[in-house]
């Protein structure tokens, strides 16, 4: 199998500037999303550290006998310590910016990151904050990422709660960040893909104003063509009343024999970064 890939990013239609940053390295099926936060328009940077430094450290582990910043952790698979340890590095790439600028002080951002490896066939995926990670298989949408959110924390501990308690928990207040601390907890899990799963990356502008639902029709949908699907959640997100910026990362697992994987394998090495950086944008959730 193979990973094929496309991402599109558009500032909503309530934002001046965008906050959030995408990146799609081919040459490692590496996949990105970052959803900026801060005042002063640093959100927009915290998201692009995030995305530029874990696609730099992917480049620079690509020699095996590179020094990594951090412990290999031997508890997990060489593509989860790399996953891991690019968005570790990110963070305090980001903190330690906040601490040296005044402009830049309490940026933070979330991610969300998948890499696929076609050697083992399984998807890894890391997240911090709420950007998400679906997948869309045989018709049926699963959210394979939990939202590090006050509302979600809140029902960890208290799984009981009211309809009427739940309504008066804020909904858009995020428990972890990259750039809050010297250091982050990052979820890590993997998923075993199948031809023809697709899965979606994306910022919260986009799941907190489509449904789930929506958005596996429309990936279902658009399938066949995975940045007409980007650009069909973008126009929905907007015709919904883009609140905030919106972002989607689509992946498609396809079926490849081992010529054209070679030829893939080929074509990304000669591949360099395909990142969507969008212009400046406003403060997000304060």
């Not at 730099?56 to 698979?77: G, K, M």
Request: charged share 30%.
């Amino acid at each position: 199998m193979r990973a094929v890939a496309a991402g599109l990013s558009d500032v909503g239609l309530q934002r001046e500037h965008n906050e959030d940053s995408f990146v799609v390295l081919k040459e490692f099926d590496l996949f990105v999303v970052a959803d900026g936060m801060g005042g002063h328009r640093a959100g927009d940077v915290a998201s692009r550290i995030a995305t530029e430094t874990i696609s730099e450290f992917f480049r620079t582990t690509a020699n095996e006998d590179v020094t990594w910043p951090f412990h290999f952790d031997t508890n997990l698979s060489e593509e989860e310590n790399r996953l891991l340890t690019g968005i570790r590095v990110a963070n305090r790439q980001i903190f330690e910016r906040s601490t040296r600028s005044r402009e830049c002080h309490g940026m933070g951002t979330t991610v969300v990151g998948a890499m696929f490896s076609p050697k083992k066939q399984r998807m890894y995926i890391g997240h911090v904050g709420d950007s998400r990670c679906y997948r869309v298989r045989g018709g049926e949408i699963t959210l394979l990422t939990r939202d590090h959110s006050l509302i979600n924390d809140y029902l960890l501990a208290m799984p009981d709660l009211t309809d009427e308690q739940k309504s008066e928990l804020p909904r858009n207040v995020i428990t972890r960040a990259l750039g809050m601390q010297d250091h982050v907890v990052v979820d890590l899990q993997r998923d075993d893909p199948e031809p023809g799963d697709v899965y979606v990356l994306c910022s919260d502008g986009l799941s907190g104003m489509v449904s789930d639902e929506d958005i596996k029709e429309i990936v279902t949908l658009g399938s066949g063509d995975i940045r007409e699907a980007c650009r069909m959640l973008i126009h929905r997100a907007n015709e919904r009343g883009g609140e905030d910026n919106i972002t989607a990362v689509l992946i498609k697992i396809e079926e490849a024999d081992d010529a054209s994987e070679q030829t893939v394998r080929r074509d990304r090495r000669a591949l360099g970064l395909s990142n969507g950086n969008p212009t400046d944008k406003a403060d997000k959730k304060g």
